[in-house]
């Protein structure tokens, strides 16, 4: 069975400063894994995805995730924070085959502190 | 693209009512999600369809819950009688192939008086 684990329920950084939110992932073959961004009384919203390929994913808003293999980790990272990152992050994972649908963690809210 | 659309935007009933949402998949999507987020839960998958087939409805709570996608560009979640119990944020989703992200709608606010 496919799982996803977010440790931190809260991160606070300062405005400037680098961030990162954790995610570490558990599936029996290769996995797909999914960055999502959730802002106030709105949907889901996609950041940036590892299929295949190069381990640094780069996405939307200055967002990078860097795909372990070995650590079973796919960390969400950003150089410089802003306020406007203040958000609730889910880490999504699936396994490459089958017709299993996607796992989301229990998703990590980002405070940015000016 | 107008995005995945989903009606109401909030709802609110009284326990034993009917509740129907609706959701727009985006068009060319064959894979519909429905989701439940509360704070005490997280965000949990209801049921998801294929090509308009339920592949999955294991997360469907009980026999309250329906759900039914008649057409490629229609999508229905059905709760009766409700409960206090069901109040909850409901997602739709919708994705092109299963490798794709899944692109969610704004969300139906359900309040079970």
């Known amino acids: 069975a496919q799982s996803v684990a977010q440790p931190e329920d809260q991160v606070n950084v300062a405005e400037g400063n680098p961030l990162t939110v954790k995610c570490t992932y558990s599936?029996?073959?290769?996995?797909?894994l999914f960055w999502y961004v959730q802002y106030p009384n709105r949907g889901l919203q996609f950041l940036l995805k590892?299929?295949?390929?190069?381990?640094l994913v780069k996405g939307s808003y200055g967002f990078e995730a860097e795909f372990n293999k070995s650590q079973t980790s796919f960390h969400l990272k950003k150089p410089s924070a802003l306020v406007s990152d203040s958000a609730l992050y889910f880490c999504?994972?699936?396994?490459?085959?089958?017709?299993?649908?996607?796992?989301f963690g229990k998703g990590t809210r980002l405070s940015v502190i000016a | 693209d107008a995005g995945v659309i989903q009606s109401p935007r909030h709802e609110v009933t009284e326990m034993g009512q009917e509740v129907t949402l609706r959701c727009k998949p985006i068009?060319?999507?064959?894979?519909l999600f429905w989701y439940r987020q509360t704070m005490m839960r997280g965000l949990e998958l209801l049921i998801y369809?294929?090509?308009?087939?339920?592949?999955?409805d294991s997360g469907m709570p009980e026999d309250r819950f329906s759900a039914k996608m008649p057409n490629a560009s229609f999508s229905t979640l059905k709760i009766q009688p409700s409960e206090p119990r069901d109040s909850a944020v409901y997602f739709c989703?919708?994705?092109?192939?299963?490798?794709?992200?899944?692109?969610f709608g704004p969300g139906t606010r359900l309040t079970v008086l």
């Open positions: 590892y299929i295949t390929g190069d381990n």
């Open positions: 369809f294929n090509n308009n087939v339920p592949i999955d």
């Open positions: 989703a919708s994705s092109p192939t299963r490798y794709n992200e899944q692109f």
């Open positions: 599936v029996s073959g290769n996995p797909y």
């Open positions: 068009s060319g999507h064959d894979y």
């Open positions: 999504a994972v699936r396994e490459t085959s089958g017709n299993t649908p996607l796992v």
